[in-house]
């Protein structure tokens, strides 16, 4: 039974959630890519029946070459793609999904090597037959390319700015609670910031971690000019850590001073 959700933990102890890209959109990606791979054949063997009819030995070369170049473009076309724009090709970025290595890094040229020269087996007997049965199998919908590449393809998450963080219902995920402030000059901190940050904090999960890691320093540089003093470590864990004191500030805590 395919898995639709996957949740990593990275080095950096943070957990990225992914969707799993489903059947039916890889199945959509793998016919636009091979339309633009079939026009480029098409091409190749425009020119090879050109060169026929004004040489024979020059066709047959031509012809032969053809051939060769269709067999390259099959893998050719999807490694040069899925490196060159960090594991996608024109029709998985038309769908809007991804191929990446667990915890979010780059599939890179080996990875994507890997994946597409054993892409021939998964094609067989036709159209992904092979490659089917085994994403039916797999519970994250891997094909065998995937498997040996250690190669997972997700739902592209959605690009998020600090200004288009907007609230959303629901608790906070869990974090640190403050007894004693330890944070100076809270009493700067307006609503609104309060709410940005928040609503950040609800949302990062749905992120890359690129996306968090940007963000989230964003947010501590717009804290730093706000409270009037540096702020050193992980921005993430002050951002969670602000979050509890600032609610314990405004349920009268013991402040903190510099």
Known sequence: MLDDHLLIETPEQIALSYDIAGIGARFVAAL???????????????????????????????????????????????????TLWNGQTPGKRLIGLRVMRPGGRPIGFLGSATRNIIRLIDFLPIFYGIGLVAMFIDRHGRRLGDLAAGALTVKEQRSLTLQSLVATEGPLPPGPVAERLTIPNLQVITPADYRLIQDYLRQRLELSLSARRRLSGQLLQGLQRRLGYPIYGDPEAFLL?????????HAQAVPAVI
């Open 32 to 82: 636009v890519d091979h339309i633009l791979i079939g026009v480029l054949i098409a091409l190749l063997a425009a020119v090879a029946i050109s060169l026929s009819e004004r040489n024979l030995l020059a066709g047959s070369l031509a012809f032969g070459l053809a051939a060769l170049g269709g067999y390259l473009l099959l893998c050719g076309y999807y490694i040069f793609f899925e």
């Open 241 to 249: 850590r602000f979050v509890a004191e600032y609610n314990a500030f």
